[in-house]
């Protein structure tokens, strides 16, 4: 009979497309299990197949065998699979579902472990990683969770560091820690869904995305209009907004658990793009500390595997609350430095406010920008006309006429054009047509004064 990892495998990939390796490996003998049966595969199925013709590869923790614990046989197939994957540019997947180290296995089980984290560790940055958890997650190996750069869970599956009962005043019943819904909305995961649901939200992820650090990522299936129409209707909800940008309206979005921020990839003309936005709340946009480090994570990512970042800016200001006066200035500090250090085509789109400070962290042009569009209903400025009007009028009751020249001088994204803040206003319905171009232009973007050896004359 077919096992469960293994069915799960075959689902994901093209059919018939699956070729396994290691099938005979079995654990070695230790003082402790001299008895035990050995088993063929040793708890983890490994292979390589095929994802829409792509080549990819997989491995697949079997729990019906020695509870899918890890020790070292089951740790070599693994990292042996990383090291051919990382040879060959190829994503690697991981259905995870294990009951923790292999006890008779000792420190030999511990250092399995570690060499499992250390391969994936490595392979960041090279090529795409996926983890699928299947089943059971706990102690060190939850850790994969934060070096893979997708995570799918299954609703009824597990994922902790220290159980849920083991936590000082908590128990199981008060507070599942351990539950897909809490990693989903701690935004530990990108995905929930039934376990028979995973393949395909992989495989959504595998098609949109690079390979690796080398690969292009174009794709020109898409029979999308280059210069089709934008329906823009406002931005109480950015996700519409990015789906009406992205070619056949796909977005595969990240870590949506946190909805301060939106992040996640879309395709235009055919290029992966990494789409970065605010999120709005009550008709107000503000930055919080959750949003910065999800929006820094994914320019990161974005910047590792040559995707081009599309910043989508609403934002009005910061949250107030203690987490940000605790917070905020690191968080900024780093998704500044992302904006900044990615030598990736950025390109910034302002859809309604970039007021005050919060606009600068939001791909400006102070921070690298290769191109800022705008709407011409958006509005850059330091503040709002009636606050500015109040400090400059030095307490005195009627502050109107300083508003209005404070409005008509300081603020606008008129006047933000006009200083060279902003390289075109555009129309909403043109949205498509400018940002694809703008990726035309800067797709041989390069620093050539970096080669420059003396002038020419």
Known sequence: MESKARRIVEDLLDANSFVEFGEAITARNTDFNEREKKVASDGVITGHGLIDDRLVFVYSQDSTVMGGTIGEMHAKKITSLYEMATKVGAPIIGFIDSKGVRLYESMDA???IGSIISAASKASGTIQQVLAVSGNCGGALSALAAVNDYVVMADDAKLFINSPDTIDGNCIDKLDTSSAEFKYNSGNVDVVCRYDEMPICIRNFIDIVPGNNFESGY????????????????TDDIEALIREIADDGIFVETKPGIDS????????????VGVVANAESDGVSRLDCNGVYKMTDFITYCDAFGIPVLSITNVDGYVTDTNTEKYMADALSKLALAFSSANVSKINLIVKNAMGSGYIFMNSKALGADMVYAYPSSNMSLMDEKSAAKIISAGNDDVSEVASIYKKEHSGIDNAARRGYVDRIINPVDTRKYLIDALEILDSKNNYSDYKKHSAK
């Open 219 to 234: 794709d020109d299936v898409s029979e999308d209009d280059f210069n089709r129409g934008v329906d823009f209707n406002g």
């Open 110 to 112: 511990i250092e399995a």
């Open 261 to 272: 921020a939106v992040t996640g990839i879309i395709r235009l003309a055919g290029h992966s």
